[in-house]
């Protein structure tokens, strides 16, 4: 079967994601204000959001658009679509689904989450992963969500208390299973920390029996601008554990390195690379704006470079054939059958 050279979660369905109001694809038209995106059949169109956009010019200084979270309370298919298939497009394989901040009202997180899970469905037939800091929202959401077209991903366990029976449901439901670092009492504070941490969930996983290649570790990348550490820790626990267990998948929120600085897009360029070479075969971004393809063919190379790639197979098969304009990224992030 097709192998991927890079698995890749698209970031971008999340209702936490805003929009600047100086962003081009912000629209004001006719007394009212959209925002762009190009619809089913190409053309563009408009997201109304004049309901939402302030008028008061103390509130516009501050304002950013909540545009995920408004087209999700819509129900603006269309949008939704867009969201999904612009990241496919880019080269995501698996995409994620966040609805946290639709409301503070749990229930109201829980019915957004068993609607949207199978709208997702009808739309892609990539991986859904179903993400939230409230197990019972990944509970509705796996309830909704239909085994028969996918299979589901839960983002995530660790080990604070209540999010590990996420374990035996994940064996259950051949859901794929993200695992975080994050300890009892808080965060990691170290590369340490974090590696003794997933080490004691992959216990926990295999006494559930989960399979090794649907495991997904991540040692939790922080903003690189609070602690200028925090990147040699990450980086360090990737290449610990993908020396103790070759087999697992290893990824990262790889964008929060980049939180709260200028041009984001040059550190989260930089931190990708670095963690491709410490040994991530994942990558969470916005392949939107970090395409998947750049970093699928960085692996590539790189593995042939330092002889990972025994003469050059896998190269071969993924780059000897070059795409016709437009479909480089699921061309390079493949190599040949297996």
Not at 28 to 54: N, Q
Not at 68 to 77: G, I, M, Y
Not at 89 to 100: F, K, S, T
Not at 167 to 175: C, G, M, P, S, V
């Amino acid at each position: 079967m097709s192998e991927r050279v890079l698995e890749v979660i698209g970031e971008n369905f999340n209702a936490t994601r805003r929009l600047k109001i100086t962003n081009p694809r912000v629209v004001h038209e006719a007394g009212k204000v959209g925002v762009s995106y190009a619809g089913p059949d190409g053309a563009t169109r408009l997201m109304d959001i004049t309901d939402i956009y302030p008028t008061d010019p103390a509130k516009l200084r501050v304002f950013q658009i909540p545009h995920v979270a408004h087209a999700v309370r819509r129900k603006d298919l269309d949008y939704i679509a867009w969201l999904i298939n612009a990241q496919t497009a880019a080269g995501a394989n698996i995409i994620d689904l966040c609805v946290d901040e639709i409301a503070v009202d749990p229930e109201v997180r829980h019915q957004t989450m068993a609607w949207l899970v199978p709208v997702a469905q009808k739309i892609t037939d990539a991986v859904i992963a179903i993400d939230s800091s409230d197990p019972e929202t990944i509970m509705t959401g796996l309830r909704a969500h239909d085994g028969s077209r996918s299979r589901p991903a839960i983002n995530s366990v660790n080990l604070e208390d209540g999010r590990q029976d996420l374990i035996k449901e994940a064996k259950a439901r051949n859901a794929l299973l993200f695992a975080n670092a994050s300890g009892r009492d808080g965060m990691p504070k170290n590369e340490h920390e974090r590696v003794e941490n997933l080490e004691e969930l992959m216990r926990l996983m295999d006494a559930a029996g989960i399979e090794m290649t649907d495991r997904y570790l991540d040692p939790l990348a922080f903003p690189a601008s609070t602690g200028g550490e925090f990147g040699s820790h990450y980086l360090e626990a990737v290449r610990e554990i993908r020396r103790r267990y070759p087999q697992v998948h290893i990824f990262g929120g790889h964008s929060n390195a980049s939180f709260g600085l200028p041009q984001r897009k040059v550190v989260n360029n930089a931190f990708i690379i670095l963690s491709v070479l410490a040994g991530c075969d994942t990558l969470m971004i916005d392949p939107v704006q970090n395409p998947a393809k750049d970093y699928a063919e960085f692996k590539l190379a790189s593995d042939l470079i330092l002889g990972r790639d025994e003469n050059a197979m896998r190269y071969m098969m993924a780059l000897r054939n070059p795409s016709p304009a437009g479909g480089g990224a699921k061309q390079a992030l493949r190599t040949g059958t297996r």
